[in-house]
T-cell receptor, first 109, second 116 residues
Framework: DAKTTQPPSMDCAEGRAANLPCNHS???????VYWYRQIHSQGPQYIIH???NNETNEMASLIITEDRKSSTLILPHATLRDTAVYYC??????????FGAGTILRVKS | DTAVSQTPKYLVTQMGNDKSIKCEQN?????MYWYKQDSKKFLKIMFS???????INETVPNRFSPKSPDKAHLNLHINSLELGDSAVYFC???????????????FGPGTRLTVT
């Protein structure tokens, strides 16, 4: 079973920041937070991961709370192509990915 | 070049048939995976191979048999197909060793299997 809780859906205006929350209150000290997304009819795509510190790459930023019980994925300037299902996953490095239901993000013009 | 490729993209077959789905990765990764995404869109891992050795084998009917001829290929053979096998099957790969980054998984485009 997935160890994360995400809202089922969110809307975002094109060009605005999309902030996707994830709760993982039972996360263990050696578990990382990973984010993937799945655009319609495609395979999932890795976005970012983190352990304790905030992380940023060319796609997104990941903000992890100090107690690590929740995190937020930020897409700084959402475009229509960012419409997808976003999955927040916690796991120990090397263990299997367990996908939950994810959040359907709809970016609207 | 496609990093993780699968063939075929679509597969329509009748109950009771045997079929195979092929997967190839050109990323030089050591670990490969098969996932199943059912009609409710839940994505579940089925198998994982590391350097041609099976390391994850979830509760999957033994009609499903993965085969890894080399570390760049992981094929999925399904015997006696059933209606419930209809789904999208995704192959993935990861570097598999070392840091957390090495476990990022790269997914193929999927194979949509329809059993009639």
């Amino acid at each position: 079973d997935a160890k994360t809780t995400q809202p089922p859906s969110m809307d975002c205006a094109e060009g605005r920041a999309a902030n996707l929350p994830c709760n993982h209150s039972t996360i263990s000290g050696n578990e990382y937070v990973y984010w993937y997304r799945q655009i319609h009819s495609q395979g999932p795509q890795y976005i970012i991961h983190g352990l304790k510190n905030n992380e940023t790459n060319e796609m997104a930023s990941l903000i992890i709370t100090e107690d690590r019980k929740s995190s937020t994925l930020i897409l700084p300037h959402a475009t229509l192509r960012d419409t997808a299902v976003y999955y927040c996953i916690v796991r120990v490095v090397g263990n299997k990915l367990v996908f939950g239901a994810g959040t359907i993000l709809r970016v609207k013009s | 070049d496609t990093a993780v490729s699968q063939t075929p993209k679509y597969l329509v077959t009748q109950m009771g048939n045997d079929k195979s789905i092929k997967c190839e990765q050109n990323l030089g990764h050591d670990t490969m995976y098969w996932y199943k995404q059912d009609s409710k869109k839940f994505l579940k891992i089925m198998f994982s191979y590391n350097n041609k050795e099976l390391i994850i084998n979830e509760t999957v009917p033994n009609r499903f048999s993965p085969k890894s001829p080399d570390k760049a290929h992981l094929n999925l053979h399904i015997n006696s197909l059933e209606l419930g096998d209809s789904a999208v099957y995704f192959c993935a790969s990861s570097l598999g060793t070392g840091s957390a980054s090495s476990y990022e998984q790269y997914f193929g485009p999927g194979t949509r299997l329809t059993v009639t």
